[in-house]
């Protein structure tokens, strides 16, 4: 029906930068709020960046000023820029869209990408 589909994890000394992507694709009509969630080993998932349709953005206060996200709303997608990362940016990150479509509207989740911040 919905798929999301995360990319640009990886390994990145502290201080470097990633840029995650997620793309959603399937029956969509429309799709509301997108956002990035992390979950680090032993904790619970926390809200990173979210961003409505219209643009306007949300962070939490330990990534703010680093992370920026951005979406391409004609090509479904919703990124994520990390600069001057941390040790403690450690963790699954997982996209979260908000998608209408011909039959229900919803929260959908990609599967989550890996992203480790270790010299």
């Known amino acids: 029906q919905v798929q999301l589909v995360e990319s640009g994890g990886g390994l990145v000394q502290p201080g470097g930068s990633l840029r995650l992507s997620c793309t959603a694709s399937g029956s969509i009509l429309s799709i509301n709020d997108m956002g990035w969630y992390r979950q680090a080993p032993g904790k619970q998932r926390e809200l990173v960046a979210s961003?409505?349709?219209?643009?306007?953005?949300n962070y939490a206060d330990s990534v703010k000023g680093r992370f920026t996200i951005s979406r391409e709303n004609a090509k479904n997608t919703v990124n994520l820029q990390m600069n001057t990362l941390k040790p403690e940016d450690t963790g699954v990150y997982y996209c979260l869209a908000e998608v209408a479509t011909m039959s229900d509207q919803g929260d959908y989740w990609g599967k989550g990408t890996l992203v480790t911040v270790s010299s």
């Open positions: 961003i409505t349709s219209g643009g306007n953005t």
